[in-house]
């Protein structure tokens, strides 16, 4: 019976998977050309970690390698991430390509004698070589091996008058798997590598996701409900290696019966181990690359929620965070903006940033106090759980906010720090109670929630920043339609604003009922001053 996997390719025999024929066929006809006869393309294959970018590029080598008429080879420069010189590079190149092609090739002392390799003194074929991890050589090394491979190119669209197994360069196709740089974003003057074709290796479909989880179901007899498998695709919006490892910790590590169905109850134990208690490299890498600067001021940037932000793939910080699986665009609006890739890739960075900012919180209330007005053993009283937050803030914020991140434009903290803030607060408040608090994102653009389960009952607080009166009432309506899906009778919509006078806190903070929906929303104004 096969497994899921999230670690490297996948093996066809041994894992499920998604065919995704029409990948392959579109890279198996990339690099052919659309006259095999006159020449292939030179493409790059690019996607975020963990995407199956390698495993697509290996089918597409096990497909072309059918045709008598090319040799095909795949290798991998991974090891030539620490390579400091020139020569480095090129002895592992060469050595890489020897290994492949069982020829006995020359040493090459510089860049311009790579070209020597692809000819008729070590080919009888034309090739079509595709290089993995081509990325993990050094931007200088990048620009000038790229550099060689265009003359190649070049050089054979100079020979127009010749079939491909005639002409002076025998390197009739090449895909450069996981380049970013060759793409010109990195590079002051221009790609040099600007002859090339893309190849981008979308996300798995919501029937792809299905397909991999109802094979489960035939192969083990254990049934999924419908709900877990777009539960998962939702958390991960498709993405490989999280898909894959959502489903092995569904199907293995947390399937401790067997002859049950899996239901969303197994899911969200799945979800709470690995939003909190599990380790895995892609989300690692992730999280360590959005903490660094000047990435983390835009990702920070992000969890705002009045505005969105313009999602333009020129602009250096936008790429980097695109292209790591940070980010990704949202197209719903009348220009491209971006949002996080997935709502479980939101709460992993939203929780380490509340953790990171105040995951040392003091003691919020003195163990004597009476806190009848929030809790009783019959409800919560979120107004008051508020006014009680509101009054902490003012009287720590000093202490709490002297270290927070602030924007670079104003100074002024970003709003993600306060929704972290009081995401910890709830947390620590409820620990003596027979309560959890937990975020979700159901946009993955800047929208928050954050729901408590008191002894069974849920509450939902939507958290926004007040921008108009127009988008108050608006917000007023989304919020009604999103407790209605979440099945609550009420929402509370938390605005934090720096300051209100009573008379607008009066008229603002007045409860309405949805007509549509019958749901309530109680509007609550915090001021952070």
């Given at each position: ?105 020359p040493d090459v002392d510089s860049w311009q004698h790579l070209s020597k390799l692809f000819t008729t003194d ?408």
């Open positions: 019976m096969r497994r899921f996997s999230s670690y490297g390719p996948i093996d066809t025999e041994l894992q499920y998977y998604v065919p995704r024929q029409a990948l392959i066929q579109s890279g198996c006809s990339y690099l052919l050309g659309d006259d095999p006869q006159k020449g292939g393309n030179y493409i790059t294959v690019w996607a975020p970690r963990q995407s199956g970018k390698t495993w697509i590029m290996q089918q597409v080598r096990l497909r072309l390698s059918q045709n008598d008429a090319f040799e095909v080879g795949i290798i991998n420069l991974q090891s030539a991430r620490n390579a400091d010189t020139e020569a480095e590079v090129l002895d592992i190149l060469v050595a890489r390509l020897a290994s492949w092609f069982q020829r006995d090739f070590y080919f009888s074929k034309p090739i079509i070589l595709i290089i993995d991890e081509f990325d993990a050589l050094g931007e200088d090394f990048i620009r000038s091996c790229v550099t060689e491979f265009r003359s190649m190119y070049i050089s054979r669209q100079n020979e127009p008058e010749r079939l491909t197994g005639e002409k002076g360069s025998l390197l009739h196709g090449l895909a450069l798997i996981g380049v970013r740089s060759v793409l010109g974003v990195d590079n002051q003057s221009g790609s040099p590598f600007n002859i090339q074709r893309s190849l981008y290796i979308p996300n798995l479909t919501h029937e792809e996701v299905s397909q991999m989880f109802r094979w489960y179901e035939r192969e083990s007899s254990q049934s999924i409900a419908q709900d877990v498998i777009d539960t998962i695709f939702f958390e991960t919006r498709g993405q490989p290696g999280l898909v894959g490892w959502f489903g092995e910790l569904l199907t293995e590590t947390y399937n401790h019966d067997r002859e049950q169905p899996i239901t969303l109850e197994n899911l969200g134990t799945v979800l709470r181990w690995a939003a909190d208690g599990l380790g895995n490299n892609n989300i690692a890498n992730i999280i360590s690359k959005a903490d660094q600067e000047p990435y983390r001021h835009f990702v920070l940037n992000l969890f705002q929620t009045d505005t969105k932000t313009d999602f333009k793939f020129d602009n250096p910080l936008v790429n980097f965070l695109y292209l790591n699986g940070i980010i990704d665009i949202d197209d719903s609006g009348q220009a491209l903006s971006a949002r996080f890739s997935s709502p479980f890739v939101q709460k992993r960075l939203f929780n380490r940033y509340a953790d990171q900012l105040f995951g040392q919180e003091s003691r919020l209330y003195d163990p004597f106090d009476d806190l009848a007005d929030v809790v009783t053993a019959q409800r919560l009283d979120i107004k008051n759980l508020m006014g009680r937050y509101e009054r902490y803030i003012q009287q720590n914020r000093e202490r709490l906010f002297a270290g927070a991140p602030r924007r670079k434009t104003d100074l002024r903290i970003y709003e993600a720090v306060y929704h972290f803030h009081l995401f910890t607060y709830l947390d620590r408040f409820f620990e003596p109670f027979s309560c959890k608090v937990w975020p979700e994102f159901p946009t993955g653009n800047g929208k928050i929630d954050l729901f408590i389960d008191f002894d069974g009952t849920v509450y939902g607080l939507e958290v926004k920043s007040f921008a108009t009166r127009w988008d108050y009432q608006q917000a007023l309506i989304q919020a009604a339609e999103y407790g209605s899906q979440m099945k609550l009778t009420h929402i509370s919509l938390i605005y934090f604003i720096e300051e209100i006078d009573n008379a607008n806190r009066q008229e603002f903070e007045a409860a309405y009922v949805d007509p549509a929906t019958g749901v309530t929303v109680t509007p609550i104004f915090v001021t952070i001053g």
